[in-house]
């Protein structure tokens, strides 16, 4: 743990020079700091740390929380986030909430200041920032930015003190940027929690006297708040898009933000546009047997193996794979902003599983159906494409053999992991065994995230190296490019254009998107269409394009890489 003396030479050396103050002083913060306690139950526990020692401390001190399970399900099971709180007792407040969002997040990072560092049992959850006297190491602050572009949960406290009593009752003193700045770098979302406690009457009537002694009343104040409940309001996730574009200050937004937080905590609507919960995770053992059920089509070089899913009522697999997609499409700016992303749809069409057997992780997965069937007049759904285009006259031979693909996703924590090609081995494995199939058709996602001239540039470049064919179709809501980019690519040189068009959208900070580069190289040149682009009012206004592959045109490398059986260990 910690002593007096350790404290007064490390943060105030000053004090530690004058032998007669250092005693003085040693001798009134033992007493007001409780050293013998704190020192006993260091000694009790010596083996504990983490997330164990801050359960032992809550124990101790008899410490109870609370928060409706609701608004639990707002922590983010995974992915970014930065976690801000207020401050009101300065002590166990802050041990009860890492305890809380420890239960869901199991990476929590907390950035503390210099006392809460002396705790060494903490040491590896937290990370360093000098509220005290300023300037903070570079490699301090890399650090946070660092574990949040890994996907991490970070917990700051803006004000970085206790709060004190206000004409407003008992409210954090002035926030600092610090929290903004970091989730500003990092394009995080930032998540509010409102913590209900207070001190006593004595620490407030002190502050008002001598803000630094009451400073030093906060340990005594925390053996005061022995067998207390704690509640707490968490609010809903504030993403990226509802404060990275403002005309206000740094220093306003700020204002906003604990405005924000106060309001949650007396049952008000807040200031920030925010998304509602993504649903909890399916349980383990219960969608591990839910997917031994299913068709096994094979299994990957690494262990992966893939499923084939037809919906059954009550299912687990379908509810991971809803929370799952709203995961994934929300991390590139769409999403629906429900819970889970499931429509009328999935339970008509075949769901192609990818599944980690090692972490019992779904990893991704693709929706398809046979559009034969799907087309037929008492069908109770019809095709999903037909909700983003009216299909015309003329589509016989695309619908008698044809798959309609749609819905893909990779969860965020395997992106980079070759998953959506294993995804493709698995729609090979599906056409070896089912060969009536020639089309693969279906809508293609791009995001309105993108800047609005590299929506119209990709728009551009595949409408005219790929034009329509294989069918008819308009779209409802066509996405209209504007008249300065139409004549950016001739079509004549489809290598020097590609890369012109990679430069271009790298010079924005964008890519190409991953499956309109997987469909349109799958096939030698004249295999591959684009029908149309549509705007979507219920992913936030994404384009998708309707791409239609011709398999008999395939390239050699690519029949051999998913049609073979090179890549993928068949089932036995």
């Given at each position: 743990?910690?002593?007096v003396?350790?404290?007064?030479?490390?943060?105030?050396?000053?004090?530690?020079?004058?032998?007669?103050?250092?005693?003085?002083?040693?001798?009134?913060?033992?007493?007001?700091?409780?050293?013998?306690?704190?020192?006993?139950?260091?000694?009790?526990?010596?083996?504990?740390?983490?997330?164990?020692?801050?359960?032992?401390?809550?124990?101790?001190?008899?410490?109870?929380?609370?928060?409706?399970?609701?608004?639990k399900?707002?922590?983010p099971?995974?992915?970014?986030?930065?976690i801000?709180?207020?401050?009101?007792?300065?002590?166990?407040?802050?041990?009860?909430?890492?305890?809380?969002?420890?239960?869901?997040?199991?990476?929590?990072?907390?950035?503390?200041?210099?006392?809460?560092?002396?705790?060494e049992p903490?040491?590896?959850?937290?990370?360093?920032?000098?509220?005290?006297?300023g300037?903070?190491?570079?490699?301090?602050?890399?650090?946070?930015?660092?574990?949040?572009?890994s996907?991490?949960?970070?917990?700051?406290f803006?004000?970085?003190e206790?709060?004190?009593?206000?004409?407003?009752?008992v409210?954090?003193?002035?926030?600092?940027?610090?929290?903004?700045?970091?989730?500003?770098?990092?394009?995080?979302?930032?998540?509010?929690?409102?913590?209900?406690?207070?001190?006593?009457?004595?620490?407030?009537?002190?502050?008002?006297?001598?803000?630094?002694?009451?400073?030093?009343?906060?340990?005594?104040?925390?053996?005061?708040?022995?067998?207390?409940?704690?509640?707490?309001?968490?609010?809903?996730?504030?993403?990226?898009?509802?404060?990275?574009?403002?005309?206000?200050?740094?220093?306003?937004?700020?204002?906003?933000?604990?405005?924000?937080?106060?309001?949650?905590?007396?049952?008000?609507?807040?200031?920030?546009?925010?998304?509602?919960?993504?649903?909890t995770?399916?349980d383990?053992?219960?969608?591990?047997?839910?997917?031994?059920?299913?068709?096994?089509?094979?299994?990957?070089?690494?262990?992966?193996?893939?499923?084939?899913?037809?919906?059954?009522?009550?299912?687990?697999?379908?509810?991971?794979?809803?929370?799952?997609?709203?995961?994934?499409?929300?991390?590139?700016?769409?999403?629906?902003n429900?819970?889970?992303?499931?429509?009328?749809?999935?339970?008509?069409?075949?769901?192609?599983?990818?599944?980690?057997?090692?972490?019992?992780?779904?990893?991704?997965?693709?929706?398809?159906?046979d559009a034969?069937?799907?087309?037929?007049?008492?069908?109770?759904?019809?095709?999903?494409?037909a909700?983003?285009?009216?299909?015309?006259?003329?589509?016989?031979?695309?619908?008698?053999?044809?798959?309609?693909?749609?819905?893909?996703?990779v969860?965020?924590?395997?992106w980079?992991?070759?998953s959506?090609?294993?995804?493709?081995?698995?729609?090979?494995?599906?056409?070896?065994?089912?060969?009536?199939?020639r089309?693969?058709?279906?809508?293609?996602?791009?995001?309105?995230?993108?800047?609005?001239?590299?929506?119209?540039?990709?728009?551009q470049?595949?409408?005219?190296y790929?034009?329509?064919?294989?069918?008819?179709?308009?779209?409802?809501?066509?996405?209209?490019?504007?008249?300065?980019?139409?004549?950016?690519?001739?079509?004549?040189?489809?290598?020097?254009?590609?890369?012109q068009?990679?430069?271009?959208?790298?010079n924005?900070?964008?890519?190409?998107?991953?499956?309109?580069?997987?469909?349109?190289?799958?096939?030698?040149?004249?295999?591959?269409?684009?029908?149309?682009?549509?705007?979507?009012?219920?992913?936030?206004?994404?384009i998708?394009?309707?791409?239609?592959?011709?398999?008999?045109?395939?390239?050699?490398?690519?029949?051999?890489?998913?049609?073979?059986?090179?890549n993928?260990?068949q089932?036995?």
């Open positions: 743990m910690f002593t003396d350790e404290v007064l030479n490390k943060h105030y050396p000053q004090v530690a020079n004058n032998p007669l103050l250092f005693k003085s002083l040693s001798f009134v913060l033992r007493h007001l700091l409780h050293e013998r306690e704190i020192t006993e139950f260091g000694e009790t526990y010596p083996h504990y740390e983490d997330i164990d020692f801050v359960e032992q401390v809550l124990e101790y001190f008899n410490i109870s929380y609370s928060t409706r399970d609701v608004e399900e707002r922590i099971t995974e992915g970014r986030v930065v801000i709180a207020n401050h009101p007792i300065g002590s166990l407040d802050a041990l009860a909430l890492i305890k809380l969002v420890s239960e869901v997040r199991h990476d929590l990072k907390v950035v503390a200041n210099q006392m809460l560092m002396a705790i903490l040491h590896d959850m937290l990370l360093p920032v000098n509220n005290m006297q300037g903070t190491p570079k490699q301090h602050l890399s650090a946070i930015q660092s574990h949040l572009k996907e991490g949960a970070v917990l700051i803006p004000a970085g206790v709060s004190r009593l206000r004409p407003q009752g409210r954090d003193t002035r926030w600092h940027s610090g929290f903004l700045r970091m989730a500003r770098q990092a394009k995080s979302p930032i998540l509010p929690v409102y913590i209900d406690a207070k001190n006593s009457p004595l620490f407030y009537g002190v502050s008002m006297v001598y803000k630094p002694l009451a400073t030093a009343l906060l340990v005594k104040e925390m053996f005061k708040q022995r067998k207390k409940h704690l509640p707490m309001r968490i609010g809903e996730l504030i993403p990226f898009e509802s404060y990275q574009q403002t005309t206000i200050s740094l220093k306003d937004q700020v204002k906003l933000f604990k405005r924000h937080l106060y309001r949650i905590g007396s049952n008000k609507k807040g200031i920030f546009d925010t998304q509602a919960p993504v649903a995770p399916e383990r053992k219960e969608l591990s047997r839910a997917i031994k059920q299913c068709e096994h089509l094979g299994q990957t070089t690494d262990g992966k193996s893939i499923y084939l899913y037809q919906h059954k009522n009550c299912s687990p697999i379908m509810r991971e794979i809803g929370r799952l997609r709203e995961i994934a499409f929300r991390a590139v700016g769409e999403g629906t429900k819970r889970r992303d499931i429509d009328t749809y999935d339970s008509h069409y075949y769901h192609l599983v990818l599944w980690d057997e090692v972490d019992l992780e779904i990893v991704g997965a693709y929706r398809f159906g034969q069937l799907l087309t037929q007049e008492d069908h109770p759904t019809g095709l999903y494409s909700t983003l285009f009216d299909y015309k006259e003329g589509n016989d031979a695309l619908f008698e053999q044809g798959l309609e693909l749609g819905r893909s996703f969860q965020p924590r395997y980079g992991k070759r959506l090609d294993y995804l493709w081995f698995g729609i090979g494995a599906f056409l070896n065994q089912y060969p009536k199939y089309y693969l058709f279906g809508a293609v996602s791009l995001s309105n995230a993108y800047p609005q001239p590299a929506k119209d540039l990709i728009v470049f595949y409408s005219t790929f034009p329509a064919k294989f069918g008819h179709a308009e779209c409802k809501r066509p996405y209209q490019m504007s008249q300065e980019i139409i004549h950016t690519f001739t079509g004549n040189d489809y290598k020097a254009e590609f890369t068009l990679k430069h271009l959208l790298a924005m900070g964008v890519n190409v998107p991953t499956l309109y580069k997987q469909y349109s190289e799958v096939c030698k040149e004249g295999g591959v269409a684009f029908l149309g682009f549509n705007v979507d009012p219920d992913f936030n206004d994404c998708d394009g309707l791409v239609v592959v011709d398999l008999e045109t395939l390239t050699t490398k690519k029949r051999k890489r998913y049609l073979g059986d090179v993928l260990k089932s036995a």
